[in-house]
């Protein structure tokens, strides 16, 4: 792909020789015949080290394309002492799958595909259509779920209790991807695709267990099984290490987040499980909703509880004691969350606080007042509930509560307009003159917070997803519905998405650092302790955040 032409005073390989160990990250090919002059890098890294204004040029040039994802995928930052890499995050999926499929026509009984799969020692099978595609799946759980155990006719055709359409990974993915699919999904079994998305082979979580004994699943399994508050709170101290070995894999952000997330969902999962045998059923129907980070799926190694309950209308004479039963529930759940190491939150945005355990009908009274008659600083104040998700009960009122809001929101401008300007009150740290705000005074004095330089992106995706009747909570799942929705142009897409990977990047080694250095984890960076690289990146991306504000600004307040 031609990335562009190079010219006479043009240089290539600086870039390599600064952050790549001279690996290139591009090839040239020659257009015409051509003279070059060759610097080794032995002398070239010399006058970088010597000279500023010359390891400036190339630093400068660099920040300009760090958004180019060839360019993105080779930042990495050592953390200290090298640590042996996790293979579950340094292995692909082509390193650990089976090519050996077994298929079968979907007329066939369910009873004949049971021996095949018995015969042939394999716990899934594939269904092909009559012109040989592969259409869906059977597993041993299938057999057992939808047939053993409802009693289900074994000599009806075996297509009638497949899982269709498949879920499918590249070959080429990461193994940690193919693990992270599979919590999402609650499967065992994935379908592989080669280059040209057809099916070569499968891929189960006993591939990956396997192929790492200390995998995040072994951790799943452990929680799910933990019998008490105690081992929770063993099984969560482990999630440092395990972070850590991820980020010197190389692997995504999103995907490091989103297995915290999965971790702690796991964990209240658990938790309120246990609280439901020692209070007894609810007496009706709820949700136990996450709010903020977690809600977004989006959770690091420093963070507070924010959650709420959510239950079904009662009838009047119930209605105290009901309200008493899941004020008791959201009591015991929120303190185990803080003695597992999910603290208080500050503010008291918990189901332990009875204002945040209501009935579906108190929720969208709150709604309905933060969209139509709130203030400014209500506003402000409410914007965490926003990015709210379901992590326990019934999802039927975390529905019905989502599409009054998307109802409530149709056509009110002056809501958007106000969480707009909210929102403008976060800056990147970046003055006039392109040099760093950071803190004047405290223990965090010439350092910045990373945390609050991502809030601009947060909220940009948070507006514009509510403005658009997007469901999505995750900030970059947002990005990318906006992008497909084409809200978002692909340039801009792409520049906010690998914008937000940088920077929650950075902010996971910080915590990482700040922990291994045997302090709690922080979100605050000194700009002077960064490399002229780094700098520069941030300079970029703080650009370009501003860019983004400026146009949500003109879009939602008219203003310029």
């Known amino acids: ?75 990495r930052k050592d953390i200290g002492p090298k640590v042996e890499s996790s293979q579950l995050f340094s292995q692909r999926v082509e390193d650990v799958f089976h090519t050996d499929l077994l298929s079968c026509q979907g007329d066939i009984t369910i009873q004949a595909a049971a021996v095949e799969m018995s015969q042939n020692r394999c716990s899934s099978i594939f269904i092909k259509s009559p ?24 000599q009806n055709p075996v297509a009638d209790i497949m899982s269709s359409p498949l879920t499918t990974i590249p070959a080429g993915s990461m193994l940690s991807e193919a693990l992270l699919e599979m919590m999402r999904s609650n499967i065992k079994h994935l379908a592989v695709t080669d280059t040209h998305n057809k099916v070569e082979g499968v891929i189960t979580n006993g591939d990956i267990l396997s192929s790492q004994e200390q995998s995040p699943f072994f951790m799943l399994r452990e929680i799910s099984s933990a019998s ?62 996450i709010l903020g980070s977690e809600g977004r799926m989006e959770q690091t190694l420093k963070t ?43 503010g008291e945005i918990m189901a332990k606080n009875p204002q945040w355990c209501q009935p579906i009908s108190k929720w969208k009274e709150y709604f309905h007042s933060w969209i139509r008659i709130s203030t400014r600083k209500d506003l402000m104040q409410s914007a965490i509930f926003f990015d ?23 056509g009110w401008t002056r809501f958007f307009k106000e969480l707009t300007e909210n929102a403008l009150g976060f800056r990147p740290p970046l003055n006039f003159f392109n040099k760093f705000v950071v803190e004047t005074k405290g223990r965090h004095r010439n350092q910045f917070d990373i945390k609050n330089a991502m809030t601009p992106v947060v909220d940009f995706a948070r507006i514009y997803a509510l403005h658009y009747n997007i469901a999505d909570t995750n900030t970059q799942d947002r990005l990318y519905r906006l992008f497909l929705e084409k809200v978002l142009k692909p340039d801009d897409y792409h520049d906010l998405d690998q914008a937000y990977n940088f920077l929650m990047r950075h902010r996971l080694l910080t915590q990482v650092h700040s922990i291994a250095a045997g302090e709690p ?13 780094e700098q520069t990146l941030f300079r970029t991306i703080f650009k370009r955040i501003e860019r983004m504000q400026a146009n949500m600004k003109l879009k939602f307040t008219g203003g310029v």
């Open 228 to 289: 008490g508050v105690n081992k929770l709170v063993d099984l969560r101290r482990r999630i440092p290490n395990l972070i850590r070995s991820m980020i010197t894999s190389g692997a995504k952000s999103a995907v490091i987040t989103k297995l915290i997330t999965s971790i702690s969902d796991a964990i209240l999962t658990q938790l309120i499980g246990l609280a439901l045998e020692k209070h007894g059923p609810a007496p009706v129907a709820f949700a136990f909703i």
């Open 131 to 154: 012109s040989g595609g592969l259409i869906g799946i059977v597993t041993d759980n299938d057999i057992r779920r939808k047939v053993v155990a409802s009693g289900y006719d074994i």
């Open 304 to 346: 507070d509880q924010d959650n709420a309950i959510i239950y079904a209308d009662a009838d009047e004479t119930d209605a105290p004691s009901t309200q008493q039963y899941f004020l008791a529930l959201g009591d015991t759940i929120c303190t185990w969350l803080d003695e597992v190491g999910y603290a208080f939150c500050k």
């Open 521 to 533: 984890a922080d979100n605050y960076i000194n700009p002077k302790k960064l490399s002229n690289i």
């Open 1 to 75: 792909k031609l990335f562009g032409m190079l010219k006479r005073g043009d240089t290539f390989g600086g870039i390599s020789m600064l952050v790549n160990n001279g690996t290139a990250v591009r090839t040239a090919r020659l257009a015409k015949n051509t003279h070059f002059y060759i610097l080794p890098r032995k002398a070239f890294l010399s006058l970088c080290d010597a000279f500023p204004a010359f390891s400036d040029h190339f630093t400068n040039t660099f920040g300009r394309r760090m958004l180019d994802r060839s360019y993105a995928s080779i930042i």
């Open 388 to 410: 709210f998700r379901g992590a326990y009960g019934s999802m039927d009122l975390v529905d019905d509560l989502r599409l009054y809001l998307f109802q409530n929101l149709e």
